[in-house]
């Protein structure tokens, strides 16, 4: 016989407990001539099974049901099935946490963030000590900010050789500006790069040039074809992130942005950037857009991934005009503009094979050049020349 006492130190079960499962019938116990309440071995064993039973999931009265009757199969398979939504959301907390410490990676957990909620996704990775074009990095190339600087010392040895940094070509560029109702007399150039259209810009224009991104390797190499032409009095070359743009002594003539705007988000850029232009300034950013409303599900999956604020350029046209803009030209720049990104960028990477062997950057850019050969008629690039009213 087991005292009160006894049992409940042989459970690890309260006082109180015992004597509530007593009232509800679980245990019979029985009150000695001395007073003490005594059970037997029956009440041990019995609620040693309950708390078999409890640990399964089950409830106190289906313990009981299962104790005194038959097992219901039927309740049985429903907290089975509940235990094992709750072990996936404790599996997916787990994940996430031993994510965000380094332990694995956080590519998926970006990805979902940035496809619905990028603003808050940028806003949170600045609050972790990124700028607003490294937290921009982090959300469409490296994709996991633990790894971000191993990822990007890889990524830029592929880059840092090539000239174009996204689709473009110099009759894109010059077309474009010849759509400006004016021969500029101050440019700001946004996301320069190592300068493909900066120079362009220099050479078919008198204007004053302000080329900024926040690659330092690439202004270096801006910086040497400033001198070696000659252009020093009229382009300057800075580090300045494109989100916290100064605001000038005196409002640009013309901003120039191809291939960056989507680094912020296209409409942050519309807006933010109209307050630096002058009244009848212009506007020209590049953008990768989709050229139909169904495209293949393998294309349409990558993209969505990789960009997924990417739309059709009737939305791009509809979002600059509510920004305050009036729409001067656009054109699609044709498959001359992808094939001179991709077609260096191809052969770079067949040629660094070795050295990129066994990294996530390989894997990203061979589905990228995948994407590409995929992507004749389905995505392109489109040329957006606007002006402030």
């Known amino acids: 016989m087991y005292k009160i006492s006894e049992l409940s130190k042989l459970l690890g079960l309260s006082r109180s407990a015992l004597l509530y499962y007593e009232k509800v019938g679980l245990v019979r116990g ?23 039973l409890q640990s399964g999931g089950l409830t106190l009265q289906e313990c009981k049901s299962c104790l005194d009757g038959k097992m219901d199969r039927d309740v049985l398979k429903s907290r089975l ?7 996936r959301a404790k599996q997916q907390s787990r994940d996430l946490l031993s994510a965000l410490l380094g332990h694995r990676s956080l590519k998926s957990w970006h990805e979902r963030l940035e496809s619905i909620a990028p603003d808050l996704h940028r806003a949170w990775l600045m609050t972790q000590g990124f700028s607003s074009e490294e937290a921009a990095r982090v959300a469409w190339l490296s994709k996991d900010m633990n790894a971000h600087d191993d990822y ?3 990524f830029m040895k592929v880059f840092s050789g090539l000239d174009w940094w996204g689709p473009g070509t110099q009759a894109a560029t010059l077309k474009a500006l010849a759509m400006a109702p004016f021969a500029p007399k101050t440019i700001l150039e946004i996301g320069c790069g190592p300068g493909m259209a900066t120079m362009l810009l220099a050479e078919a224009t008198d204007a004053r040039i302000l080329a900024t991104d926040t690659d330092e390797g690439a202004l270096d190499r801006l910086r040497d074809r400033v001198v070696a032409k000659g252009l020093g009095d009229r382009v300057a070359v800075r580090n300045v992130d494109m989100a916290q743009l100064p605001v000038p002594e005196q409002p640009w003539d013309v901003i120039w942005a191809e291939g960056s705007a989507y680094i912020i988000g296209v409409e942050r850029a519309l807006a933010d950037w109209r307050t630096l232009l002058r009244p009848g300034g212009v506007l020209v950013f590049s953008d990768m857009t989709w050229r139909t409303d169904t495209p293949p599900e393998a294309l349409r999956a990558f993209w ?8 059709r350029v009737s939305v791009r046209l509809d979002q600059a005009k509510r920004a305050g803009y009036r729409v001067l030209g656009h054109f699609e720049m ?8 991709y077609q260096p960028l191809e052969a770079h990477v067949a040629e660094m094979q070795a050295q990129l062997k066994g990294t996530r950057v390989l894997d990203d850019l061979r589905a990228e050049l995948a994407a590409y050969h995929a992507c004749d008629g389905i995505v392109s690039f489109e040329m957006v020349v606007l002006q402030k009213p």
């Open 30 to 52: 029985r009150r000695l001539e001395n007073g003490y309440r005594v059970y037997g071995d029956t009440d041990l064993h019995r609620l040693q099974l309950l708390q078999m």
């Open 81 to 87: 099935s509940a235990l094992d939504s709750e072990i």
């Open 152 to 154: 990007m010392a890889v």
């Open 304 to 311: 969505a991934s990789e960009y997924p604020a990417m739309t």
């Open 334 to 341: 044709g498959r001359e503009a992808m094939d001179a990104y």
